[in-house]
């Protein structure tokens, strides 16, 4: 008597989805799992007949934005453009996109469930807030899964990753090069993966250029425009040292500060010369127009939706990570 993809899965210790994937030659399960029930099934006598031919795959395809401490404002031209190049990717596939907002304070694990019994088959994470330890319920998950703007280096799935180390490096460069002075940070207050990569970049360029960087001033600010604002009002209104110049983690950080140091008479670059990164459409508008770092986010949104694809295609893969380059875009706070 032939066995059943139940008995499988009871056999192996595995879920009926996996051995199911394993059987039909669907993504979603390792080729050591793959091996293990095929092999399973052939001496148990599946019957292998009930397998249907081999068809292009369909299903829902879900974007989940991790939300955690609330850093990251999904409603930024940010995030919408990742979201146009995902959605560019899917406008003529035979895939159906949905969007999903989990967040921390709630029992993920519950959440996750609901979007799999949905007839989810992929999922791109944007997990911009994402610690690695945040990271174990989806772990498990019998989809593919994509991780957009972060990596964890435990973890075995594709990503798609801004070169932060090069674009910081980048921008800190152009500065001292600039204003032949140490250059100062505006750093983000919450522990981002991004950011500590960003920090990186900064400290690379800073020792490059024959400096200490214990001489560099760093201020701790929100990743906010208002945040960043206040914070730097507050820094200055108690007499902290100020730079010359100033790298900011991001475009929102570097437009509050340039905010609160205009308010205390400081003229920009004259006094101060400031750098952001991300290049947000406001860049161009500020006064005076914002020295940037490009990334290329619709690019981006892109690629992680065309790697989900390829994924979802294959009959075996190997995760990937893709750095993605960014680009110098000089304006006047320089």
Not at 181 to 206: C, D, T, W
Not at 254 to 260: L, N, Q, S, V
Request: aromatic share 10%.
């Amino acid at each position: 008597m032939s066995i059943s993809a139940k008995e499988l899965s009871h056999l192996l210790n595995l879920s009926e989805a996996a051995v199911s994937m394993a059987l039909n030659n669907k993504p979603g399960v390792s080729t050591n799992t793959r091996k293990k029930v095929i092999e399973a099934a052939r001496n148990h006598g599946y019957d292998f007949t009930r397998i249907s031919g081999s068809h292009p795959a369909t299903g829902n395809i879900h974007v989940i934005v991790y939300r955690k401490h609330g850093a990251v404002v999904t409603e930024t031209p940010f995030f919408s453009a990742l979201l146009d190049g995902i959605n560019e990717e899917y406008n003529s596939t035979r895939f159906h996109l949905n969007i999903n907002y989990i967040y921390l304070s709630e029992n993920i694990e519950r959440q996750l469930q609901e979007i799999l019994y949905s007839g989810c088959i992929g999922i791109i994470l944007l997990a911009t807030e994402m610690k690695e330890e945040d990271f174990k319920p989806f772990s498990n998950l019998p989809v593919p899964v994509v991780i957009l703007d972060n990596y964890f280096p435990s973890v075995k799935r594709d990503c798609i990753q801004i070169n932060n180390r090069q674009g910081a490096f980048t921008a800190t460069n152009y500065l001292i090069t600039q204003r032949k002075r140490q250059p100062g940070y505006l750093h983000s207050s919450y522990l981002i993966y991004n950011f500590e990569e960003r920090k990186e970049g900064f400290m690379k360029a800073v020792k490059s250029s024959g400096m200490s960087s214990s001489n560099s001033i760093i201020h701790l600010l929100s990743p906010s425009m208002e945040g960043a604002y206040a914070d730097m009002l507050g820094l200055v209104n108690q007499g902290e040292n100020i730079a010359d110049c100033y790298f900011a983690d991001n475009d929102l950080i570097a437009a509050g500060a340039m905010r609160a140091f205009r308010e205390r008479g400081y003229r920009l670059p004259e006094d101060i010369a400031i750098i952001g990164f991300d290049n947000m459409p406001m860049c161009a508008y500020l006064e005076p127009n914002l020295t940037t770092i490009d990334v290329p986010k619709q690019y981006m949104g892109k690629m992680a939706a065309h790697r989900l694809n390829t994924i979802l295609e294959a009959k075996e893969f190997v995760p990937v990570k893709y750095e993605i380059s960014t680009e110098l875009v000089k304006r006047k706070s320089v």
